[in-house]
């Protein structure tokens, strides 16, 4: 190549490398030159929320049974949130950062996007990595972060912070129930907005993707035009869910254990929990539901008229007994006999319009129900769960 000519676009898309909180991450040096820092940050985060508050808790005797009506070791949701979800959210980082990059690069070595269109492909990842590297969308992340906190300190939840509450002056949360509200809960929200705006963020760089003149095959066995390996990309956000998940459950599991919540009232809320995971993170595949269905019309109508003229020539030479001339539909052999040309249409007329399957919902599912049996589990014998789990899946 000339040195004149300028290199190609990468066609790699980290979706976490380069964003604001990567670049702030990277200057504290919690992510190395080479690498995501994944152990590192996980547990860096998860202390700062949790070991200040632990700490208080001890010193001014909130922790342990016996030191105050609901010490801090009860209050699930405070521990979850900050020994599991944050974790969770920052180890989620890897598998979500490789799986993107292998699947996008795959678009180009499986022939999906064309010699012709490579171009405009790589155009699309360099715009969607400048979307990626905004300050923008951070600055309103932590904005919303800020004024979640400030209004929280006067509406959240009644019973969230009562292990640092002091008897004499309940209106009074302490110091460790501070940190909580003002800095344990912003890590985690920090987080679980980050995803969300990734999360867009691929829908956005999909949805362009979509765009473009793709080589989509509707006779492709795989029934979704030749990309159903991107199916497997929600499973990258299941320990997001699972995150999410584990901090409502352990929100629901204090308040039945100690306020006398009916968990059996909650099933709308988890069923609607459970429903709006899985369709959030299903949100990028749903950018190729319109190329499939233009190319599932137009495959129906071209193989609809192949096979009608294969089949019309087969009728006339062994039916109607009539001479038919060197027909090259009846000899080729990519068509076969009636049979044949039959199961080509059919594969057509089975293609799915959108690239999901039972590896895209069940990873996403499970994270976002285990935690929720487990709450359940509380006040409902498990083989009961169990029983009407397995109903609902026959």
């Not at 010193?59 to 405070?78: I, K, M, N, Q, S």
């Not at 012709?116 to 905004?134: I, N, P």
């Not at 867009?200 to 030749?226: C, E, Q």
Request: hydrophobic share 55%.
């Amino acid at each position: 190549m000339s040195s004149s000519q300028p290199a190609p676009a990468p066609l790699d898309f980290p979706l976490v490398r380069g964003d604001l909180l990567f670049r702030l991450q990277r200057r504290l040096r919690l992510i190395p030159a080479d690498g995501l820092g994944l152990g590192r940050r996980a547990v860096f985060w998860s202390m700062l929320g949790w070991l200040p508050v632990v700490l208080w808790a001890v010193y001014a005797h909130r922790a342990l049974p016996g030191e105050a009506a609901e010490p801090l070791l009860v209050h699930f949701g405070v521990h979850a949130r900050l020994l599991i979800a944050v974790p969770l959210l920052i180890l989620a980082e890897g598998p979500a950062n490789a799986m993107t990059g292998r699947l996008l690069r795959h678009l180009v070595e499986s022939g999906v996007v064309p010699a012709h269109g490579m171009a405009a492909f790589r155009a699309v990842l360099a715009t969607t990595a400048k979307m990626r590297d905004s300050t923008a969308p951070w600055i309103v992340i932590i904005g919303v972060v800020v004024a979640f906190s400030t209004v929280s300190e006067i509406v959240h939840h009644v019973h969230e912070v009562d292990w640092a509450r002091d008897t004499a002056a309940p209106a009074a949360a302490g110091f460790g129930g501070l940190w909580y509200l003002y800095v344990s809960r912003s890590i985690y929200l920090v987080l679980v907005l980050g995803w969300l705006w990734r999360l867009l963020l691929l829908t956005v760089l999909f949805w362009r993707i979509a765009r473009l003149d793709l080589s989509l095959v509707p006779t492709h066995p795989d029934r979704s035009g030749g990309i159903a390996f991107l199916e497997r990309l929600p499973a990258a956000f299941a320990p997001i869910v699972l995150a999410i998940s584990t901090v409502l459950a352990s929100r629901l599991a204090h308040d039945a254990v100690y306020h006398d919540l009916a968990l059996q009232s909650m099933r709308v809320l988890m069923v609607v929990f459970v429903v709006a995971c899985v369709v959030v993170f299903l949100l990028p595949l749903l950018a190729f539901a319109g190329p499939l269905k233009r190319v599932k019309r137009q495959a129906l109508l071209d193989y609809g008229a192949l096979v009608g003229r294969h089949g019309r020539l087969v009728r006339r030479r062994w039916i109607e007994g009539r001479p038919v001339d060197d027909e090259p539909v009846l000899s080729a052999p990519e068509l076969g006999p009636v049979a044949d040309t039959a199961a080509v249409f059919d594969s057509v007329q089975a293609m799915r319009t959108v690239p999901l399957g039972k590896a895209s919902v069940l990873p996403l599912a499970a994270a976002a129900i285990v935690p929720m049996l487990a709450v359940l589990a509380i006040q409902v014998p498990v083989k009961d769960i169990l029983l009407k789990l397995l109903k609902a899946l026959i």
